[in-house]
């Protein structure tokens, strides 16, 4: 089992990038997410928090290490404890804690989202998605994502299966996170330039 998993990591930090710029589409305070037409892309995308999101999102392969792959870190109670921990940091730096929390736990979900949609040829099949509430493992049976190999990734075998799996998240997710992306930047325009009336009302 050590030397599999599901989607790659390119793919879940592409999905917790999505998650990250979908929530910047909640109305509330979100100018800090703002940036000028003159930063660089990586301000205007979000900078530091984005980026976070993307490590989140593929965290939970962590556990590859440990040859307990599929369990505590895809499940639930992973999720509540990385929205707890995201909660106290937003408030400790004074940043707004729903969106924070929304944001980061978000982008870890769509960890578990991704692995419950995919081929798992393993068993048991799927992730103890429920845990500590259950141990039983679930999966969608729905193979939308290719398994990866990581044992030998360079081997010419696996190296093909780990380049198609890769050009399957990319067909899937890259349309999806394009589209927030477009999205997202109208609205932080709008934002932004509704900021300077706000600051001047008219007298």
Not at 46 to 65: E, M, N, Q, R
Request: aromatic share 8%; hydrophobic share 50%; proline share 6%.
């Amino acid at each position: 089992m050590i030397g599999a998993s599901m989607p790659s990591p390119l793919g879940h930090a592409l999905a917790g990038v999505a998650a990250a710029w979908t929530a910047d589409l909640m109305p509330g305070r979100r100018a800090w997410r703002t940036a000028p037409s003159t930063a660089s892309w990586y301000q205007r995308a979000g900078d530091g928090l984005t980026l976070l999101c993307a490590v989140l999102a593929a965290s939970p392969d962590l556990d590859l290490l440990f040859d307990h792959h599929r369990t505590i870190t895809h499940s639930i109670g992973a999720v509540i404890l990385v929205a707890l921990v995201a909660a106290v940091m937003a408030a400790h730096r004074s940043r707004p804690i729903s969106r924070v929390t929304f944001m980061c736990a978000g982008a870890y979900l769509t960890h578990l989202l991704l692995d419950w949609m995919a081929t798992d040829t393993f068993r048991p099949e799927g992730i103890q998605a429920l845990w500590p509430f259950s141990q039983s493992w679930y999966i969608s049976g729905w193979d939308l994502f290719r398994q990866t190999a990581r044992h030998h990734p360079m081997a010419a075998e696996q190296f093909m299966q780990n380049a198609k799996a890769l050009v399957r998240e990319i067909a899937i997710l890259g349309p999806i996170a394009l589209g927030v992306w477009l999205v997202r930047v109208k609205a932080l325009a709008g934002l932004a330039a509704e900021m300077p009336r706000r600051d001047h009302p008219p007298e």
